[in-house]
């Protein structure tokens, strides 16, 4: 096999850049594979190559396999890395690679197909001796047979996509009364996200931790097994936070679970990185599925066992040894948080817009894995991870106390995270002492999170701010978007001479400081601090501000607002008047309603979709809808003008 020398990287985001670090150190050259609002990301920075693939929507760039194979070949790449989502568990799209002359990264096409299908993949389990969590199969898919295997099964069934993933296609039935509608929505789901409305049924565990392990098969057919990572942190079945070891198992435990892993991956000759998932509940584990590609939380499992699955992942294509050892020992504990941008008081409603700030505080043991740096911009297109945050201390207390500290200094500033509800899991006593189990998040947070300052106070903070900034941050020559296809870009590029000037006009004035972080990177680091004004009233210690485009950012304690300098009032998105606005941009989803209708206060209008996500925009009062400007599959700016009622 020849030696790889350019990969081509068909992924985004921090993945993309994860990706890259590694063939970077590995004297490999990288062609990112983009859409066209990529642009402006750190992979397109970091990578040697871009080549433009597609529009913003996946399906015309990220998941076109035409058009990757295409730009791959036309750069001259000898491999493919697929990343995770997108193409990465596609039988189809490794062997079109294969076909064109490339090498996929990752397992074979006849691997990836068999583990694709979760029906097949529960068949092999079962032949390998291996649990399986009881159900039915859905050999007849006939609604009627459907929901009478339901009550064989007994309630609660969970109702799962064949070809599912993501948690999409999933739902869960707990009485008889729903069977029916629940199955058919989750076949409409497993249509429309996988072009396959197959499903099946599984009795549903709703005791159970998820637990899974890292398998690696080198190119040797040697197995090697990497530990387990307990992921039992879920929201609506998508993971939170990961960790390894899991502190759920005793020795006899991890030893049985890692043994059904190694069945597994041995039976079907596993090739390249691959993850067993299993739910575990009252000291039994069952075989869930194979995800037939890297992980997201693969850093944890890189930094107790001091591999790089990536190397080992590229190595393995080009049949190269490992020089792994025949076994693996963990070093101290390592959990990982994902930072997603959504907003945390709107219960996770997607959230966008130009980041301002994004300073990650450094220490021991800690790792960050990113693909957006200050001025990039956060898109309503993609999946809403951002970041990943890993630490890894000598015991899992430690890593929960070092991730604490480390929310605390962490600032963001021109889009929301779910940084609080971070901190608020892992200070939660249940999470602590690790006896969660996947309901956690549902039985503990569905309520979602409140700010700790209370609207009037917001308003005195907002007033004062607005002050402040009509002196010292003179508009428009403050932060300036200018849009660059710059392959390096230099703080030149960013209209900088009116930048510094109003830096050095804060400085002077106000007590704010202003510091370039690096004059390579488009990084800066800005903090204002007021004291001795009226926030005094407040008692406030420490309001640190950023202006953002035509929005004021600032951050009290862990918590972080923003409003808009357009309308000088708190930002909330929905319909408050008789025009309803997009909140957000994003894809018109559904439209509910037409003119003529009679509207109550409370139903929804309209359905947009952004970041793989649903988002609703009700009605704010009763009355009539007189006109609708955009209809169903419309690509939504901010603040269109989608409808009018009276
Ligand atoms: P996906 O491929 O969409 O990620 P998985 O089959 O891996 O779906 O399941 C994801 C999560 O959904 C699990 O970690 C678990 O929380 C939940 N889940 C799946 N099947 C069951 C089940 N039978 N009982 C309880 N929870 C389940």
């Known amino acids: 096999m020849k030696t790889i020398k350019k990969i081509a990287i068909a992924n985004r985001g921090e993945v ?5 670090r590694t063939c970077h150190e590995l004297g490999i050259k990288t062609v990112l594979l983009h859409s066209e609002p990529d642009t402006e990301t750190l992979a397109y920075r970091m990578c040697d190559e871009t080549a433009l693939i597609g529009g913003a929507a996946s399906a015309d760039s990220y998941l076109n396999m035409d058009h990757v194979i295409a730009a791959a070949l036309k750069h001259q790449a000898d491999a493919i890395h697929p990343g995770f989502g997108f193409l990465s568990e596609n039988a189809e799209f490794a ?144 993971k939170i936070i990961e960790e390894t070891p899991s502190t759920s198992l005793n020795t006899e435990q991890r030893t049985l679970v890692h043994g059904y892993a190694k069945k597994i991956a041995e039976l079907a000759n596993y090739l390249n990185a691959g993850t067993v998932e299993f739910l575990f509940q009252e000291d039994q584990f069952y075989f869930l599925e194979v995800n037939t590609r890297l992980q997201v939380e693969h850093p944890v499992t890189e930094e107790v066992f001091g591999v790089d699955l990536v190397k080992a992942q590229i190595l393995t294509a080009q049949k190269t040894d490992l020089n792994w050892p025949a076994a693996f020992q ?37 790792r960050y894995e990113y693909g957006i740096e200050a001025r990039d911009r956060v898109t309503p297109y993609y999946d809403s991870m951002v970041a990943k945050i890993i630490s890894t201390q000598d015991t899992r207390e430690e890593a929960i106390a070092d991730l604490l500290d480390l929310l605390d200094h962490l600032e963001i500033f021109g889009f929301y995270t779910n940084k609080p509800l971070l901190a608020q899991i892992l200070r939660h006593p249940d999470y602590m002492a690790n006896t969660v189990t996947t309901q956690f998040f549902e039985n503990n ?9 209370d609207a009037e106070t917001q308003k005195v903070v907002a007033d004062h701010l607005t002050k402040t900034l009509d002196i010292f941050y003179p508009i428009d020559s403050y932060f300036t978007h200018t849009t660059t296809s710059q392959k390096t870009p230099s703080t030149s590029a960013h209209n900088s001479s009116s930048m510094w000037s109003s830096q050095k006009n804060i400085s002077a004035t106000s007590g704010a400081t202003l510091i370039p972080n690096s004059p390579w ?126």
């Not at 990752?106 to 009881?134: H, N, Y």
């Not at 963990?330 to 300073?359: C, F, M, T, W």
């Not at 947070?445 to 300052?453: D, I």
Request: hydrophobic share 35%.
């Open 16 to 20: 993309a850049c994860r990706i890259h």
């Open 95 to 238: 062997q079109k690679v294969a076909d064109a002359g490339m090498i996929f990264i990752g397992p074979t096409p006849e691997t990836i197909m068999s583990f694709g299908d979760k029906k097949t993949a529960k068949e092999l389990c079962q032949k390998a001796g291996v649990p399986t969590i009881p159900g039915y199969k859905g050999e007849d898919s006939d609604i009627d047979k459907l929901v009478s295997e339901c009550e064989k099964i007994g309630y609660p069934v969970i109702v799962k996509a064949t070809a599912g993933g993501g948690g999409r296609g999933m739902r869960v039935i707990h009485h008889h009364k729903e069977a029916h509608e629940q199955i058919n929505l989750a076949k409409s789901e497993a249509l429309k996200a996988f072009g396959n409305p197959s499903v099946f049924l599984e009795k549903y565990l709703h005791q159970a931790k998820h637990i899974e392990v890292q398998i690696f098969g080198d190119h040797k057919g040697n197995i090697h097994v990497l530990g387990e990572r307990e992921c039992s942190v879920q929201r609506k079945h998508q």
């Open 330 to 366: 963990p070093k101290g504990a390592s959990i990982e948080l994902r930072l997603y941008a959504e907003d945390p008081y709107k219960n996770g409603a997607p959230s966008i817009g130009q980041v301002g700030k994004l300073i990650f505080p450094q220490g021991q043991g800690r």
């Open 445 to 453: 947070f569905n309520l979602g999170l409140t700010p700790s300052l």
């Open 521 to 646: 990177t488009n990084q800066w680091k800005e903090s204002a601090l007021y004291q001795g004004t009226p926030l005094v009233r407040l008692n406030l210690q420490n309001v640190n501000s950023m202006r953002v485009e035509d929005k004021m950012w600032w951050s009290y304690g862990s918590d972080t607002y923003s409003f808009s300098l357009r309308t000088k009032t708190s930002q909330a998105g929905g319909a408050q008047s008789g025009k309803i606005h997009s909140p957000m941009p994003g894809t018109l989803f559904k439209v509910l309603c037409q003119v003529g209708d009679k509207i109550k206060e409370g139903d929804t209008l309209v359905v947009l979709e952004a970041m793989k996500m649903e988002h609703s925009i009700k009605a704010a009062a009763s009355g009539k809808i007189t006109a609708v400007h955009f209809k169903q599959g419309d690509i939504l700016q901010a603040d269109d003008l989608i409808l009018e009622m009276e």
